[in-house]
Protein backbone atom coordinates (compact mmCIF):
# COMPACT_ATOMS: atom_id res chain seq x y z
CA UNK A 1 0.00 0.00 0.00
CA UNK A 2 1.61 3.27 -1.00
CA UNK A 3 1.88 6.74 1.08
CA UNK A 4 -1.70 7.87 -1.12
CA UNK A 5 -3.68 5.36 0.88
CA UNK A 6 -2.53 7.06 4.52
CA UNK A 7 -3.72 10.38 3.37
CA UNK A 8 -6.08 12.37 5.75
CA UNK A 9 -8.70 14.88 4.39
CA UNK A 10 -8.33 18.54 5.51
CA UNK A 11 -11.52 19.10 6.82
CA UNK A 12 -13.45 22.52 5.99
CA UNK A 13 -17.02 23.99 5.77
CA UNK A 14 -19.05 25.91 3.10
CA UNK A 15 -21.71 28.16 3.78
CA UNK A 16 -24.14 27.91 1.19
CA UNK A 17 -25.83 30.98 -0.36
CA UNK A 18 -28.70 30.45 1.76
CA UNK A 19 -26.73 29.90 5.13
CA UNK A 20 -26.38 26.17 5.58
CA UNK A 21 -22.93 24.79 6.06
CA UNK A 22 -21.73 22.04 4.60
CA UNK A 23 -18.61 19.65 5.97
CA UNK A 24 -15.87 19.67 3.26
CA UNK A 25 -13.52 16.82 3.00
CA UNK A 26 -10.43 17.45 0.84
CA UNK A 27 -7.92 15.22 0.41
CA UNK A 28 -4.08 15.56 -1.67
CA UNK A 29 -2.31 12.84 -3.07
CA UNK A 30 1.31 12.02 -2.15
CA UNK A 31 3.32 14.88 -3.48
CA UNK A 32 6.85 12.34 -3.94
CA UNK A 33 4.63 10.50 -6.17
CA UNK A 34 2.32 13.34 -7.67
CA UNK A 35 4.26 16.65 -7.68
CA UNK A 36 1.15 17.60 -10.05
CA UNK A 37 -2.12 16.26 -9.47
CA UNK A 38 -3.39 14.89 -12.96
CA UNK A 39 -7.30 16.19 -12.22
CA UNK A 40 -9.49 17.12 -9.35
CA UNK A 41 -12.84 15.14 -8.68
CA UNK A 42 -15.54 15.39 -6.80
CA UNK A 43 -17.60 12.84 -5.14
CA UNK A 44 -21.00 13.34 -4.17
CA UNK A 45 -22.59 10.70 -1.20
CA UNK A 46 -25.89 8.68 -1.76
CA UNK A 47 -29.07 9.35 0.46
CA UNK A 48 -28.92 8.93 4.53
CA UNK A 49 -24.91 8.15 4.29
CA UNK A 50 -22.57 10.91 4.71
CA UNK A 51 -18.38 11.36 2.60
CA UNK A 52 -16.71 9.55 5.43
CA UNK A 53 -17.99 6.44 3.77
CA UNK A 54 -15.96 6.60 0.72
CA UNK A 55 -12.08 7.09 2.44
CA UNK A 56 -11.49 3.66 1.34
CA UNK A 57 -12.93 4.73 -2.42
CA UNK A 58 -10.76 8.41 -1.92
CA UNK A 59 -7.47 6.11 -1.64
CA UNK A 60 -7.99 4.25 -4.82
CA UNK A 61 -8.80 7.82 -6.12
CA UNK A 62 -5.65 9.57 -4.55
CA UNK A 63 -3.38 6.45 -5.77
CA UNK A 64 -4.17 7.86 -9.44
CA UNK A 65 -2.59 10.85 -8.82
CA UNK A 66 -6.57 12.91 -8.51
CA UNK A 67 -7.22 14.98 -5.77
CA UNK A 68 -10.49 14.64 -3.89
CA UNK A 69 -12.97 16.91 -2.51
CA UNK A 70 -16.16 15.22 -0.91
CA UNK A 71 -18.83 16.77 0.94
CA UNK A 72 -21.42 15.89 3.77
CA UNK A 73 -24.84 16.99 2.00
CA UNK A 74 -27.36 19.41 3.31
CA UNK A 75 -29.38 17.52 6.04
CA UNK A 76 -26.73 14.58 6.24
CA UNK A 77 -23.96 13.39 8.18
CA UNK A 78 -22.03 16.59 10.01
CA UNK A 79 -23.42 19.36 7.78
CA UNK A 80 -26.05 21.77 8.68
CA UNK A 81 -29.61 21.83 7.47
CA UNK A 82 -32.81 19.80 8.62
CA UNK A 83 -32.42 16.28 8.62
CA UNK A 84 -33.10 14.39 4.97
CA UNK A 85 -35.37 17.39 4.22
CA UNK A 86 -35.49 18.74 0.49
CA UNK A 87 -36.08 22.60 0.58
CA UNK A 88 -36.68 22.55 -3.37
CA UNK A 89 -36.82 20.03 -6.03
CA UNK A 90 -33.10 20.84 -6.97
CA UNK A 91 -31.44 21.97 -3.90
CA UNK A 92 -29.00 19.43 -4.30
CA UNK A 93 -27.56 20.29 -7.58
CA UNK A 94 -27.61 23.81 -6.35
CA UNK A 95 -25.32 22.60 -3.33
CA UNK A 96 -23.04 21.25 -5.66
CA UNK A 97 -22.69 23.97 -7.97
CA UNK A 98 -21.62 26.30 -4.98
CA UNK A 99 -18.95 23.32 -4.31
CA UNK A 100 -18.12 23.35 -8.02
CA UNK A 101 -17.39 27.02 -7.93
CA UNK A 102 -15.42 26.88 -4.76
CA UNK A 103 -13.43 24.15 -6.09
CA UNK A 104 -12.51 25.97 -9.56
CA UNK A 105 -11.75 29.27 -7.63
CA UNK A 106 -9.00 26.89 -6.10
CA UNK A 107 -7.78 24.75 -8.80
CA UNK A 108 -8.36 26.66 -12.24
CA UNK A 109 -9.34 23.24 -13.90
CA UNK A 110 -12.60 21.23 -14.69
CA UNK A 111 -13.24 18.42 -12.35
CA UNK A 112 -14.55 14.87 -12.76
CA UNK A 113 -17.72 14.45 -10.92
CA UNK A 114 -18.71 11.23 -8.87
CA UNK A 115 -22.15 10.04 -7.56
CA UNK A 116 -23.33 7.39 -6.04
CA UNK A 117 -27.03 7.01 -5.73
CA UNK A 118 -28.86 9.84 -4.49
CA UNK A 119 -25.69 11.70 -5.42
CA UNK A 120 -25.72 9.95 -8.81
CA UNK A 121 -29.11 11.59 -9.28
CA UNK A 122 -27.64 14.73 -8.17
CA UNK A 123 -24.75 14.21 -10.57
CA UNK A 124 -26.81 13.40 -13.55
CA UNK A 125 -28.83 16.20 -13.29
CA UNK A 126 -25.74 18.64 -12.87
CA UNK A 127 -23.92 17.12 -16.14
CA UNK A 128 -27.79 16.56 -18.16
CA UNK A 129 -28.76 20.19 -17.63
CA UNK A 130 -25.57 21.19 -18.05
CA UNK A 131 -25.17 23.21 -14.75
CA UNK A 132 -21.34 23.93 -15.21
CA UNK A 133 -18.93 21.88 -17.73
CA UNK A 134 -17.15 18.72 -16.12
CA UNK A 135 -14.07 16.85 -17.34
CA UNK A 136 -16.16 13.27 -16.77
CA UNK A 137 -18.65 11.82 -15.09
CA UNK A 138 -19.44 8.62 -12.98
CA UNK A 139 -22.72 7.30 -11.47
CA UNK A 140 -22.83 4.96 -9.15
CA UNK A 141 -26.01 2.42 -8.66
CA UNK A 142 -27.60 5.95 -9.63
CA UNK A 143 -31.50 6.89 -8.69
CA UNK A 144 -32.57 6.71 -12.08
CA UNK A 145 -35.55 4.89 -11.05
CA UNK A 146 -37.36 3.37 -7.88
CA UNK A 147 -39.65 0.73 -7.01
CA UNK A 148 -42.71 1.91 -5.46
CA UNK A 149 -45.85 0.19 -5.35
CA UNK A 150 -49.04 1.14 -5.30
CA UNK A 151 -49.45 1.30 -1.84
CA UNK A 152 -46.28 2.98 -1.24
CA UNK A 153 -46.99 6.13 -4.04
CA UNK A 154 -50.42 6.72 -2.24
CA UNK A 155 -48.80 6.93 1.13
CA UNK A 156 -46.12 9.12 -0.25
CA UNK A 157 -48.60 11.37 -1.72
CA UNK A 158 -50.37 11.78 1.28
CA UNK A 159 -47.43 12.74 2.97
CA UNK A 160 -46.29 14.87 0.37
CA UNK A 161 -49.36 17.20 0.83
CA UNK A 162 -50.11 17.02 4.87
CA UNK A 163 -46.53 16.57 5.99
CA UNK A 164 -43.79 17.09 3.48
CA UNK A 165 -40.81 17.05 6.11
CA UNK A 166 -42.21 14.50 8.31
CA UNK A 167 -39.55 11.54 9.19
CA UNK A 168 -40.18 8.32 8.21
CA UNK A 169 -38.19 5.32 8.93
CA UNK A 170 -36.59 4.32 5.63
CA UNK A 171 -37.96 1.42 3.89
CA UNK A 172 -34.50 0.25 3.29
CA UNK A 173 -33.36 -3.46 4.29
CA UNK A 174 -29.54 -2.58 4.83
CA UNK A 175 -29.04 -6.70 4.42
CA UNK A 176 -29.61 -5.63 0.58
CA UNK A 177 -27.00 -3.05 0.49
CA UNK A 178 -23.59 -5.62 0.57
CA UNK A 179 -23.31 -9.29 0.27
CA UNK A 180 -20.50 -8.05 2.82
CA UNK A 181 -21.92 -8.99 6.17
CA UNK A 182 -19.14 -6.65 8.33
CA UNK A 183 -19.74 -3.67 5.56
CA UNK A 184 -24.09 -4.17 6.77
CA UNK A 185 -23.25 -3.99 9.99
CA UNK A 186 -20.85 -0.74 9.74
CA UNK A 187 -23.52 1.08 7.66
CA UNK A 188 -26.12 -0.14 11.02
CA UNK A 189 -23.89 1.11 13.82
CA UNK A 190 -22.27 4.25 11.95
CA UNK A 191 -23.93 7.06 14.28
CA UNK A 192 -24.26 9.62 10.80
CA UNK A 193 -25.97 7.33 8.98
CA UNK A 194 -29.56 8.23 8.75
CA UNK A 195 -32.46 5.83 9.03
CA UNK A 196 -35.13 8.04 7.99
CA UNK A 197 -36.49 9.85 4.98
CA UNK A 198 -39.19 12.68 4.24
CA UNK A 199 -41.84 13.13 1.50
CA UNK A 200 -40.34 15.96 0.35
CA UNK A 201 -36.66 14.58 0.17
CA UNK A 202 -38.81 11.67 -2.26
CA UNK A 203 -40.83 14.07 -3.93
CA UNK A 204 -37.36 15.94 -5.21
CA UNK A 205 -35.73 12.36 -6.41
CA UNK A 206 -38.85 11.70 -8.05
CA UNK A 207 -38.82 14.93 -9.85
CA UNK A 208 -35.26 15.23 -10.30
CA UNK A 209 -35.35 11.56 -12.16
CA UNK A 210 -37.79 12.83 -14.86
CA UNK A 211 -35.43 15.68 -15.60
CA UNK A 212 -32.64 13.58 -15.89
CA UNK A 213 -34.03 11.19 -18.31
CA UNK A 214 -35.33 14.27 -20.55
CA UNK A 215 -32.01 15.90 -20.35
CA UNK A 216 -29.80 13.06 -20.85
CA UNK A 217 -29.77 13.77 -24.81
CA UNK A 218 -28.56 16.95 -23.91
CA UNK A 219 -25.24 14.91 -21.84
CA UNK A 220 -21.63 16.55 -23.12
CA UNK A 221 -19.17 15.08 -20.96
CA UNK A 222 -17.64 11.43 -20.83
CA UNK A 223 -19.66 8.96 -18.77
CA UNK A 224 -18.99 6.05 -16.99
CA UNK A 225 -21.98 4.45 -15.02
CA UNK A 226 -21.25 1.12 -12.42
CA UNK A 227 -24.77 -0.51 -12.40
CA UNK A 228 -25.94 -2.86 -9.64
CA UNK A 229 -27.73 -5.39 -11.50
CA UNK A 230 -29.44 -7.02 -8.25
CA UNK A 231 -30.16 -3.93 -6.77
CA UNK A 232 -33.42 -3.65 -4.65
CA UNK A 233 -32.59 0.11 -3.21
CA UNK A 234 -33.09 2.01 -6.64
CA UNK A 235 -34.37 0.36 -9.91
CA UNK A 236 -31.12 -0.59 -12.36
CA UNK A 237 -33.45 -0.42 -15.38
CA UNK A 238 -33.10 3.42 -14.61
CA UNK A 239 -29.41 3.26 -15.83
CA UNK A 240 -30.32 1.50 -19.09
CA UNK A 241 -32.83 3.88 -20.10
CA UNK A 242 -30.71 6.73 -19.06
CA UNK A 243 -27.99 4.63 -21.58
CA UNK A 244 -30.37 4.22 -24.49
CA UNK A 245 -31.35 8.29 -24.09
CA UNK A 246 -27.82 10.13 -23.53
CA UNK A 247 -25.29 10.47 -26.80
CA UNK A 248 -24.00 6.49 -27.45
CA UNK A 249 -20.36 8.07 -28.30
CA UNK A 250 -19.73 9.75 -24.35
CA UNK A 251 -20.86 7.11 -22.22
CA UNK A 252 -19.37 3.41 -21.03
CA UNK A 253 -21.88 0.98 -19.14
CA UNK A 254 -20.66 -1.52 -16.95
CA UNK A 255 -23.03 -3.99 -15.64
CA UNK A 256 -22.64 -5.71 -12.28
CA UNK A 257 -24.99 -8.96 -12.53
CA UNK A 258 -24.61 -9.80 -9.01
CA UNK A 259 -23.80 -6.61 -6.87
CA UNK A 260 -25.74 -4.98 -4.56
CA UNK A 261 -26.76 -1.93 -4.00
CA UNK A 262 -23.43 -0.05 -2.57
CA UNK A 263 -21.10 -1.45 -5.03
CA UNK A 264 -18.15 -0.11 -3.80
CA UNK A 265 -18.91 -1.88 -0.65
CA UNK A 266 -19.33 -5.11 -2.11
CA UNK A 267 -18.18 -8.10 -1.05
CA UNK A 268 -15.08 -9.49 -2.93
CA UNK A 269 -14.24 -10.25 -6.19
CA UNK A 270 -17.34 -7.86 -6.83
CA UNK A 271 -15.80 -4.75 -4.84
CA UNK A 272 -12.18 -5.63 -6.63
CA UNK A 273 -14.01 -5.86 -10.25
CA UNK A 274 -15.89 -2.47 -9.40
CA UNK A 275 -12.95 -0.91 -9.05
CA UNK A 276 -11.23 -2.15 -11.63
CA UNK A 277 -13.33 -0.64 -13.64
CA UNK A 278 -13.45 2.64 -12.34
CA UNK A 279 -9.64 2.98 -12.39
CA UNK A 280 -9.36 1.62 -16.44
CA UNK A 281 -11.85 4.45 -17.51
CA UNK A 282 -9.89 7.25 -15.00
CA UNK A 283 -6.84 6.22 -16.39
CA UNK A 284 -7.88 6.99 -20.02
CA UNK A 285 -9.40 10.29 -19.51
CA UNK A 286 -6.62 11.45 -17.42
CA UNK A 287 -4.53 13.56 -20.34
CA UNK A 288 -4.27 16.66 -19.84
CA UNK A 289 -7.48 18.96 -20.30
CA UNK A 290 -7.51 21.76 -23.03
CA UNK A 291 -11.09 22.39 -21.76
CA UNK A 292 -11.61 26.14 -20.98
CA UNK A 293 -11.61 26.84 -17.18
CA UNK A 294 -14.78 28.24 -16.08
CA UNK A 295 -14.39 32.10 -14.31
Not at 205 to 232: F, K, N, S
Request: hydrophobic share 45%.
Amino acid sequence: MDASSTATAVESRQRMRDGTELLVRTWHPDPLLHPEPLGTLLLVHGMGEHSGRYVHVVQRLLALGLRVRAYDQRGHGASGGPRMVAERPDVFVDDLAEIYDATVQSWRELPFVLGHSLGGLVVARFATARVRPVRGVVLSSPALALRMSAAMHALHRTLLALAPRLRVPQPIDARLLSHDATEVARYRSDPLVQKTCTAGLIESILTGMARAHADAPLLEAPTLLLVAGADRVVDPSGSRRFCDNAPADLHECVWFDHAYHEVFHEAEPLRSEVFAALERWLRGHLQPSNEPVPR
